[in-house]
């Protein structure tokens, strides 16, 4: 059974840094593709950023371009999620997903996830 657990969310300030974790128990993260989403309470849930398992090729949001870095960590089963700049609309639940789908990464942002950790807070204040 694969289970992903993440943490590092918590208050930052606008303008500020912050670092998300997700560790991934189970086989075979490595051939995952793997994904952040965040969701606004009242709101849909939105593509943040994803990360392929072939190459590492990675894809993002609009919203966060420029300011996220995802990248993963094989031989830890852990992904990561970087974010500078900080913004009050970036206060959310992030979510790490992952995928057994096969994909471009075209289609990153709309393949189906499978396994979905429990989301960690992220506030930030102006």
């Known amino acids: 059974q694969v289970q992903l657990v993440e943490s590092g969310g918590g208050l930052v300030q606008a303008g500020g840094s912050l670092r998300l974790s997700c560790a991934v128990s189970g086989r075979s993260f490595s051939r995952y593709t793997m994904g952040w989403f965040r969701r606004v309470p009242g709101k849909e849930r939105e593509f943040v950023a994803a990360i392929g398992w072939l190459f590492g090729l990675t894809t993002y949001a609009d919203s966060v371009k420029g300011r996220a870095t995802i990248s993963r960590d094989n031989a830890k089963n852990t992904l990561y999620l970087q974010m500078t700049s900080a913004k009050p609309d970036d206060t959310a639940i992030y979510y790490c997903?992952?995928?057994?789908?096969?994909?471009?990464?075209?289609?990153?942002?709309?393949?189906?996830?499978?396994?979905w950790g429990q989301g960690t807070q992220v506030t930030v204040s102006s």
């Open positions: 997903a992952a995928s057994e789908s096969a994909g471009t990464r075209e289609h990153y942002k709309t393949m189906p996830y499978d396994y």
